[in-house]
């Protein structure tokens, strides 16, 4: 979230120029620079003051061409602020200023420096600090550190140092803090996920054998449109407060054994605050995806509780390629009532049967804080199209059991896919890939269709009852040698099943029927129980099929014992 910062204050702060680099303008006072540049939403700050020369603090504008990394914001430095701008250079800020001993401490703490030990002493600090007071429960802000002693001085005693010292409630820490804030401060200054100091011997890349490098993903050494040697990338800094109290905050910056070689700090324009309101979805896609006809979602307002004692009234507005009937339930504002701090509202995305690609779908916010402050926010969401529906189809013809069978994926919106026949376990496919199985007498096929977050899947299931084969031999040997002692069918998937075997003079010598678990079977023996003599006989079947039709056949076999 981010208000606005008035551009006719900006714009009597400089006039640009037209070569692509950084200006530079020091007449601004402490408060403009804190209220008017640095301070974002949710936060209000008092007691501002500057210790220093005028022309180590200054406004800044990196147009086109600088690679700062910012566009514009507060610039404090060990020297004069004007020196970075080309032809300059950081290198004459001498003003015989006194130093401060946090910074001097700063110095001393960094462990990768060998000669940070013998660091007696600081010079020409450049000290801003305000009170403040948050509206969130989190505060946050952007800068660069640059100097111009990359990458000569690294790991000697000309170490400049610089700090960000934070006091107040919850906050305690070895640096000096004003009257009112009896547990000192603690320095912000810090590698990120560490608890080192920034400065030019804890950031920098490979020189030597002797200086291999260090923390040098966060380095940049190749200046464009302004004048230090080497800087960093931009870095975010979040701490806790608590809303609705009393902080206060110094930044810092000074040299370090001499007073020559300047070092600066960069700070992004509107990027120190404190958002009072927070916004979040909660959705059946967990992510900022809404899927038609099946994708419900709420949006939820909270605030902090120092900030209850208003009403809180939010105007809302949509936008995006999604059409105005695509989503349903959408207000045109919500209020988050006096003394309450949260406020919420359920739309969800209805399905209009068109095949109309992704869309996008956007959330406007606007309201104003209990000061007055207009506030604008925006969220981005991605309407995607269509409701899952699983569609499959044979592309085999029915063969004897067991088959191996393919099916062609013809589903809708999806784009993974199970596969399950009877109860072998199932597949997942990714992509609308056939898929081949063996199927059995009968089984059924599912396949479950899914649109990659697992809701609104769509099902369907296909039973499929393999065709009637019947085989029949034309030999057996009733000879109790235990290899093709009996007769019968070789019949798959029929219902019923019937057998005659006849001799050559019609005279029946078996006859039975059966079914799939009793099938007819003859062991080579008249009604009786007789033998029956070597020879060829006759056998006539009739079986009735898995679809009830009706399949005949007859032919010789021949006995021999």
């Known amino acids: ?16 120029s037209l070569t692509a680099q950084i200006s530079v303008t020091t007449t601004n006072t402490p408060a403009d620079l804190v209220n008017n540049i640095l301070l974002g939403n949710g936060v209000l700050a008092s007691n501002i003051t500057f210790m220093g020369e005028p022309s180590q603090k200054g406004y800044f504008n990196a147009m086109t061409g600088c690679n700062i990394g910012f566009t514009e914001g507060i610039l404090l430095s060990s020297g004069n602020v004007s020196d970075c701008v080309p032809p300059n250079q950081p290198d004459n800020g001498t003003f015989n200023n006194p130093g401060d001993p946090d910074l001097l401490t700063v ?11 013998m660091i007696s002493e600081t010079f020409d600090a450049a000290i801003l600090e305000f009170d403040f007071v948050p509206d969130g429960n989190e505060v946050s802000f952007s800068f660069v550190f640059a100097s111009e002693e990359y990458l000569s001085y690294v790991n000697e005693i000309f170490n400049d140092a610089f700090g960000f010292f934070i006091s107040g409630p919850g906050i305690s820490g070895p640096y000096a803090a004003p009257v009112g804030f009896p547990n000192g401060a603690a320095n912000l200054a810090l590698i990120p996920g560490t608890t080192d100091p920034i400065t030019i011997s804890t950031i920098y890349p490979f020189i030597d054998a002797a200086n291999p490098g260090l923390n040098a993903s966060y380095y940049i050494g190749t200046p464009q449109g302004h004048s230090f040697n080497g800087f960093t990338i931009p870095i975010d800094i979040t701490f806790s407060v608590l809303c609705g109290e009393t902080y ?6 000074a040299d370090c054994e001499d007073d020559f070689l300047d070092t600066g700090v960069f700070l992004k324009a509107g990027s120190f605050n404190s958002e009072p309101l927070q916004l979040s979805t909660s959705s059946e896609t967990n992510d900022q995806n809404i899927v038609e006809g099946c994708s419900k979602s709420t949006l939820y307002f909270t605030r902090n509780i120092c900030q209850k004692d208003f009403g809180l009234n939010i105007n809302i507005n949509y936008g995006g390629t999604a ?11 919500v209020t988050i009532p006096i003394n309450d701090t949260i406020a919420q509202f359920n739309y969800e995305a ?26 604008f926010d925006t969220l981005y969401f991605t309407l995607v199209d269509g409701q899952p529906k699983a569609e499959f189809s044979l592309l085999d013809s029915l063969a004897c059991n067991p088959a191996i069978l393919s099916f062609s994926n013809e589903s809708l919106y999806s784009s993974t896919f199970e596969w399950i026949v009877d109860s072998q376990g199932s597949t997942t496919v990714i992509g609308n890939a056939n898929y081949s199985n063996i199927i059995n007498n009968e089984s059924t096929v599912t396949l479950i269709a899914k649109n990659g977050y697992d809701i609104c899947n769509d099902t369907i299931s296909e039973t499929f009852i393999l065709p009637t084969c019947v085989g029949a031999g034309n030999v057996f040997t009733p000879n109790n040698d235990n290899a093709n002692e009996e007769y019968f069918l070789n019949v798959v998937n029929a219902k019923s099943i019937y057998l005659v075997i006849l001799d050559r003079w019609g005279n029946i010598m078996f006859e039975k029927k059966g079914d799939m678990v009793d099938q007819p079977t003859w062991n080579g023996t008249t009604l009786s129980g007789n033998q029956v003599n070597d020879g060829v006989y006759f056998y006539r079947y009739e079986v009735i099929g898995s679809k009830d039709e009706l399949l005949t056949g007859h032919g010789f076999v021949q006995v021999i014992h």
Do not use: C
């Open 350 to 375: 209805v399905i209009d049967n068109l095949t109309e690609g992704n869309e996008s779908f956007e959330v406007y916010l606007n309201w104003e804080d209990k000061y007055g402050n207009p506030y």
């Open 323 to 333: 059409s105005a009937g695509d989503l349903i339930n959408l207000p045109s504002s």
């Open 248 to 253: 206060h905050f110094k930044f810092a910056v």
């Open 107 to 117: 110095a001393q703490s960094v462990t990768s420096n060998p000669s940070s030990g």
């Open 1 to 16: 979230m981010r208000k606005n910062i008035i551009a006719g204050v900006v714009f009597t702060f400089f006039s640009m």
